[in-house]
């Protein structure tokens, strides 16, 4: 038997095929693509984390780098528009993530997603359904007509939120409108993204 992670390392070897009426649907635009922070494996996030102070957290691997510019050419070179300014989670990793992506000018940091980081850590039970909720919120407002939304952020726990989310991977959500929820219509890797051609 293959251990998961294991597994899981196999399958982003051969990645599978984007479907190509998806690719059409966002050079549309009215997506979120929810993007996890690309490989993260430099320090670690202390108990006196601080935002302003790398070091107090961890931070993108030089291989983290390389999959941050990889994503972002690969969306220029598919013609998927995005809006700016992408936003990013405060931590420096999630930042990184995107400036190396759509360019230091394009990013603006967002602390809601703060609350998503925790949900890995020790919630109560309110605080998660409350952090789902106000997910919900944030994730049902559709972009501007011809361009999606990019978060970079943080994965989920497993069976919670979004779910588990290899580094650099995008969750294609569909806003439905406010009060009306979303829908998650496609999961793609970064092998799989920078496979299309």
């Keep these: 038997m293959i251990p998961a992670q294991m597994a899981g390392a196999a399958g982003a070897a051969t990645p599978g095929p984007v479907n190509p009426s998806l690719l059409d649907s966002l050079r549309q635009g ?3 693509l929810y993007v996890r922070h ?3 494996t430099a320090g670690e996030d202390r108990p006196n984390l ?3 102070d790398c070091s107090t957290q961890r931070n993108l691997s030089e ?4 999959q941050a510019a990889a994503l972002g050419e690969a969306l220029r ?3 998927i ?5 992408v936003l990013a989670s405060p931590f420096c990793r999630t930042r990184e993530t995107a400036e190396l992506a759509f360019g230091e000018g394009n990013v603006q940091t967002d602390p809601f997603w703060i609350r998503i980081y925790r949900l890995s850590g020790n919630v109560t039970p309110s ?8 997910l919900t919120s944030v994730l049902e407002k559709a972009p501007p007509s ?13 069976g919670t939120g979004l779910g588990e989310i290899p580094n650099l991977g995008t969750v294609v959500v569909k806003p439905k409108g406010q009060g009306r929820g979303y829908e998650i219509i496609d999961r793609i890797s970064l092998p799989e993204l920078l496979s299309v051609r």
């Design 30 to 32: 009215g997506y979120i």
């Design 38 to 40: 690309g490989e993260a």
């Design 50 to 52: 601080d935002f302003s």
């Design 63 to 66: 291989e983290g780098r390389r």
């Design 77 to 79: 070179r598919l013609q």
């Design 81 to 85: 528009p995005v809006q700016t300014p």
């Design 127 to 134: 605080e998660q359904e409350a952090a789902l909720a106000a």
């Design 146 to 158: 011809g361009t999606n939304q990019v978060i970079v952020a943080h994965g989920f726990p497993k």
